[in-house]
Structures are given as C-alpha cells and as structure tokens.
C-alpha cells in the first residue's frame, strides 16, 4: 500500500539554504523510491482560508517513507528548511483502488 510524505509549509524565506535543500532532496528520496505528487502550485481555495503551499510524496510503502525521513542523508538537509520555514509534515496510508468513503465506517 503506498505511503505518503505530506508537509504545508508557509512563512518560507527563500534564501541560499532553502535553495540548497531544493537542489539535494530529490537525492535523497531516491534510494526509496519516493516521487512527488504535489509540490506546491497555486491552488483554488473552496473552503476555508488556505496558506502556504502542499507538497506530497509517495513512496511504495510506510516503511519506506519513514526510513527516508529518518536516513541520514535527508536528516543532513532537514535544517535547511526546518531553520527557514514553519509547517506541518505528517505520514498517512494511502488506500486501495476500490476504496469507498464509507469503508471508514467498518473500521
């Protein structure tokens, strides 16, 4: 089941380190496999206020994503943007083709 890597950033200051983390992440997302869904754009806010911008990467599964978050070389960049940027980055299961909204409520 894919995995995903999902972060809004916002009050970005672009700058010689977020140019930096820019140029070496897809680096270090290759030894998992990991391929950007979304990476920021504009976006037609239909409800509610939205800020920053949404980036999303998949990866073939949690495992993966975790291990490439947690690999040394992306801890190696992560402070070029943790020091440059606020925003929240979480890891979710993808679901399957067939799913349905109301298979939640079997869970």
Same mark, same amino acid.
């Given at each position: ?25 897809? &680096?270090?997302? /290759?030894?998992?496999?990991? !391929?950007?869904?979304?990476?920021? =754009?504009? %976006?037609?806010?239909?409800? #509610? ?23 040394? &070389?992306?801890? /190696?960049?992560?402070?070029? !943007?943790?020091?440059?940027?606020? =925003?929240? %980055?979480?890891?979710?299961? #993808? ?13």
């Amino acid at each position: 089941m894919p995995a995903y890597a999902v972060a809004r950033l916002y009050d970005v200051a672009m700058g010689p380190d977020i140019v930096a983390y820019l140029q070496k992440i897809d &680096a270090t997302l /290759a030894p998992f496999k990991g !391929r950007y869904m979304i990476h920021g =754009g504009p %976006v037609d806010s239909l409800e #509610g206020a939205w800020s920053g911008d949404l980036i999303m990467i998949e990866f073939p599964d949690r495992a993966r994503a975790r291990d490439w978050y947690a690999s040394a &070389a992306y801890r /190696a960049i992560l402070p070029l !943007r943790t020091r440059h940027s606020k =925003g929240d %980055v979480i890891l979710i299961d #993808g679901v399957p083709d067939d799913h349905q909204a109301a298979d939640i409520l079997a869970a």
